[in-house]
């Protein structure tokens, strides 16, 4: 317990030294965004991936010299990227259908957290009034087991809201620390409906996961319609997801949208179901294929973005009973 306090003191004291500035008394801007899911706003069940939290740190204005020049090496970054970094910390909590059930559950998923602090790169690309390209790559370390806090969260806030108690986290994954990479390259394209104000995209997007918590390849689909879109690339999400960034331009007074789409993962690995990497742990058989469906709005006010999604995921695991849903609000703010 005390390593998880410790592990959310040094994630929270590295955000804070991240706080970016252009000089001792010349505060730059940047975009605070904090992003929680839930199934609670989903399907109203408390299951499987139960609850995640995010809070992520992007500065604004141009990038620095030394993500320039690290940019000219990372491939698929081509020149003329306008380039960004974003840092965020999270938790991810995962538990079986029965949480009151004290037993061992055998055919259901493991109680697992996930505690993490991630740095994502990001290159966008507009080559033309209705086309751009994106690419991302995000580096995430953590832990996942007793010290990721995951157990004491959950048990103090059902006890806060007055709801079931979890009893079953004595058989949760052990510790262990993670280490995972990810891209995400997206194209899209603007259009625009006959003479009206109403816009369009279409995003077909791939993406790519290695690591002791996730290794996956997948790829999708995201629509959007509303008006000035090209304002950003969508609200963001928790990995794996539909990819987002807290980035959005606040030229325009207002923006709004709204969004639907899809994405399909071969899972190769995810160590909430195939449990520990280096020791026996419980684990459930995992299905290799795993599809997302959402669907959502965004709205932003000058330099204020709220979102909310409803995320639909088929079945995740053999004898897994119903597909999850949960839903996710997003709040940005550029300051």
């Not at 790169?121 to 953590?142: A, M, P, Q, V």
Request: hydrophobic fraction near 35%; charge should be neutral.
């Amino acid at each position: 317990m005390r390593s998880g306090r410790f592990f959310i003191t040094f994630l929270a004291a590295l955000l804070l030294h991240a706080a970016p500035c252009t000089g001792q008394d010349a505060p730059r801007l940047a975009y605070w965004s904090l992003q929680v899911e839930n199934d609670l706003w989903g399907s109203g069940a408390d299951r499987h991936y139960t609850h995640g939290t995010k809070f992520s740190l992007a500065p604004a204005g141009e990038a620095p010299e030394w993500l320039k020049r690290l940019g000219r090496h990372v491939p698929f970054f081509r020149p003329g990227y306008d380039r960004g970094i974003e840092f965020s910390i999270g938790q991810n909590i995962y538990t079986p259908d029965d949480i009151e059930n004290p037993n061992l559950i055998v055919d259901d998923r493991p109680y697992a957290g996930w505690l993490y602090a991630s740095f994502k790169l990001l290159g966008i690309l507009e080559e033309t009034t209705d086309y751009r390209e994106s690419n991302s790559f995000d580096l995430t370390l953590g832990v996942v087991g007793p010290s990721s806090l995951a157990d004491d969260v959950q048990r103090r806030w059902h006890k806060l809201i007055d709801t079931r108690t979890p009893r079953g986290w004595d058989h949760q994954l052990h510790d262990e620390p993670g280490l995972n990479l990810s891209y995400t390259r997206i194209w899209e394209q603007f259009g625009r409906i006959g003479r009206s104000w109403i816009e369009y995209s279409v995003a077909p997007h791939l993406v790519a996961a290695l690591g002791n918590i996730y290794t996956y390849a997948g790829g999708g689909l995201m629509l959007r319609a509303g008006c000035h879109l090209r304002n950003d690339i969508g609200p963001p999400s928790i990995s794996p997801g539909f990819p987002g960034t807290a980035y959005f331009r606040s030229g325009e007074a207002f923006s709004a949208y709204l969004f639907a789409g899809v994405e399909g993962r071969a899972m190769l690995r995810n160590i909430f179901l195939d449990g520990n990497t280096f020791e026996d742990s419980h684990s459930v058989d995992r299905k290799t294929a795993v599809g997302d469906f959402q669907v959502g709005a965004a709205v932003r006010w000058h330099r204020v973005r709220l979102s909310f999604t409803n995320v639909f995921r088929s079945r995740e695991f053999d004898g897994q009973r119903k597909p999850s849903e949960y839903g996710a609000i997003n709040l940005t703010v550029l300051y």
